[in-house]
């Protein structure tokens, strides 16, 4: 079985530049992995952490995004403590999967690799789920997808607006089978949401690869994507060593995978909150199905 999580956990094995800030003590300056330009961090962060000179946009974590996004103080968290077990007893050479765990969560200050709950945007209500690829690369193991789709039946049993903003490697190699089931769970969660006539908006950011590009992300009535962004099944390097030939320039970006018709637009970083009340703004003035 191809173990479509190995990119995330390895840096996604080159495909993409590092996105991380390599910054200096107290983020005095950042060097861009993009242009290599070092930028002053109290101006990359006014910035929302994007390059200045070239428009690289940093990876975010999951409370930045809600901090980004959302109306101050309106987001009200669900299912904060569920936690990953380890169904498998799995053990790589180094560690075992529940010592990972442990170091993820202490180093992250995450129970989990996704956030949910319900929030406004410009004093709208939707649901959100987002998801931290500094949690195990954002790898979605069972209780990530369970997580997830608490918030889609949530949003479809109160009606609002869902919003889920993907960041991940894909499936979660240490729970096998059981991750791969979340691809299918939670598609058919929003199977059930489309059914009940409530908007899906899918929002990609860098990176969107593996089993949660071929499930969930792909999925949503509007799908926007930030700048940049590494979004495909595969990483390209993996793609050129399966197929033994090069692919084109800057093959699985944002720009490429729209070119090609899958997605709806990019949108750059300061430009997202403003984007999502526009469409909430559409969505709310619809008259749904009862």
Same mark, same amino acid.
């Given at each position: 079985m191809k173990d479509e999580s190995r990119p995330a956990l390895a840096g996604l094995n080159g495909d993409h530049p590092d996105?991380?800030?390599r910054a200096l003590p107290n983020n005095v300056a950042v060097k861009c992995p993009n242009c290599r330009e070092l930028l002053v961090g109290k101006d990359w962060e006014k910035n929302l952490k994007v390059c200045q000179r070239c428009g690289h946009h940093f990876r975010l974590g999951a409370r930045a995004r809600l901090d980004l996004l959302l109306d101050p103080d309106s987001f009200e968290e669900f299912a904060a403590k569920l936690q990953s077990s380890d169904p498998l007893n799995f053990v790589s050479r180094s560690q075992?999967?529940?010592?990972?765990?442990?170091?993820e969560r202490a180093n992250t200050q995450l129970d989990e690799g996704t956030i949910i709950g319900r929030g406004r945007i410009e004093d709208m209500s939707l649901m959100v789920g987002v998801m931290?690829?500094?949690?195990?690369?954002?790898?979605? &193991?069972? @209780?990530?997808?369970?997580?997830?789709?608490?918030? !889609?039946?949530? $949003?479809?049993?109160?009606?609002?607006?869902?919003?889920?903003?993907?960041?991940?490697?894909?499936?979660r190699m240490q729970e096998g089978?059981?991750?791969?089931?979340?691809m299918a769970k939670t598609s058919a969660a929003l199977a059930c949401l489309g059914e009940a006539g409530v908007p899906y908006i899918s929002l990609l950011?860098?990176?969107?690869?593996?089993?949660?590009?071929?499930?969930?992300?792909?999925? &949503?009535? @509007?799908?926007?994507?930030?700048?940049?962004?590494? !979004?495909?099944? $595969?990483?390209?390097?993996?793609?050129?060593q399966f197929m033994h030939q090069r692919l084109p320039k800057d093959t699985n970006t944002s720009e490429f995978v729209l070119a090609h018709g899958m997605l709806d637009g990019i949108v750059h970083r300061r430009a997202l909150r403003p984007t999502l009340a526009r469409l909430l703004r559409l969505y709310h003035g619809m008259k749904w199905p009862a």
């Open positions: 996105a991380h800030a075992s999967y529940r010592t990972k765990l442990e170091s931290d690829f500094g949690f195990i690369g954002g790898s979605m &193991g069972a @209780v990530v997808g369970e997580k997830l789709t608490r918030a !889609i039946e949530m $949003a479809a049993d109160e009606r609002l607006p869902l919003l889920i903003i993907s960041a991940s490697g894909g499936a089978l059981l991750s791969l089931m979340q950011t860098d990176p969107t690869t593996g089993g949660v590009a071929a499930s969930f992300a792909f999925l &949503g009535d @509007v799908i926007l994507a930030e700048p940049g962004a590494l !979004i495909g099944f $595969a990483g390209p390097r993996v793609i050129e």
